[in-house]
């Protein structure tokens, strides 16, 4: 599975956006990008995934470069509650390998 | 829909022990998982299982034994519990290939 690099940790102001950037240079063509996120001590969350079109849900949206080595979620207005480690996985989908995350902190 | 749960969700062992968490899902899902967190780090794969009967080892498998028996259940047996085992255990499903994985709620396990 592809490697990822994310910043270790972020700050957004309650009401802007959140961008959420992660590096996944080595992506192989079968390999999917997919965002989860981890609030506190619970259970992972999943938010979005895609290969190589630019995707929404009512979560967030995912968007992936043209040569796919790099992806953004955005979490258009952060509320408090999106503080939380965000996790960026780069696999073709048969297992999901977690990396360290970015911690988000909503700040008021 | 209950969806993943776990049990139990917290217990303390004693070293050389040996327990199994138990993990079941309601939604038909083919793909199931075993993680465990260490504090402050992110989540290692230990085994997951395609289906009835297939498992296949993750990252960290050692000192763990799996099964699947069911759809429905995938147990995780610890058979000699030992401290650098504390952490805390997820459970996870999905329906197949490239499907959002489903997360319980974990089982925090300390072991002294």
């Known amino acids: 599975d592809a490697k990822t690099t994310q910043p270790p940790s972020m700050d957004c102001a309650e009401g802007r956006a959140a961008n959420l950037p992660c590096n996944h240079s080595?992506?192989?063509?079968?390999?999917?990008v997919y965002w989860y996120r981890q609030i506190h001590s619970q259970g992972p969350q999943y938010i979005i995934h895609?290969?190589?079109n630019n995707e929404t849900n009512e979560m967030a949206s995912l968007i992936i470069t043209e040569d796919r080595k790099s992806s953004t979620l955005i979490l258009p207005h952060a509320t408090l509650r999106d503080t939380a480690v965000y996790y960026c996985?780069?696999?073709?989908?048969?297992?999901?390998?977690f990396g360290p995350g970015t911690s988000l902190s909503v700040i008021p | 829909n209950a969806g993943v749960t776990q049990t139990p969700k917290f217990r303390i062992l004693k070293i050389g022990q040996s327990m199994t968490l138990q993990c079941t899902q309601d939604?038909?899902?083919?793909?199931m998982y075993w993680y465990r967190q260490d504090p402050g780090m992110g989540l290692k794969l230990i085994y997951y299982?395609?289906?009835?009967?297939?498992?296949d080892k993750g990252e960290v498998p050692n000192g763990y034994n799996v099964s699947r028996s069911t759809t429905e259940d995938f147990p995780l047996r610890l058979e000699l519990a030992a401290p650098s085992q504390t952490s805390v255990y997820f459970c996870?499903?999905?329906?197949?290939?490239?499907?959002?994985?489903?997360f319980g709620d974990g089982t925090r396990l300390s072991i002294l």
């Open positions: 996870a499903s999905s329906y197949g290939v490239r499907q959002p994985q489903h």
């Open positions: 080595t992506i192989s063509g079968n390999e999917y």
């Open positions: 895609g290969l190589k």
């Open positions: 996985i780069v696999s073709p989908g048969d297992k999901v390998i």
């Open positions: 939604m038909n899902h083919n793909y």
């Open positions: 299982s395609v289906g009835a009967g297939i498992t």
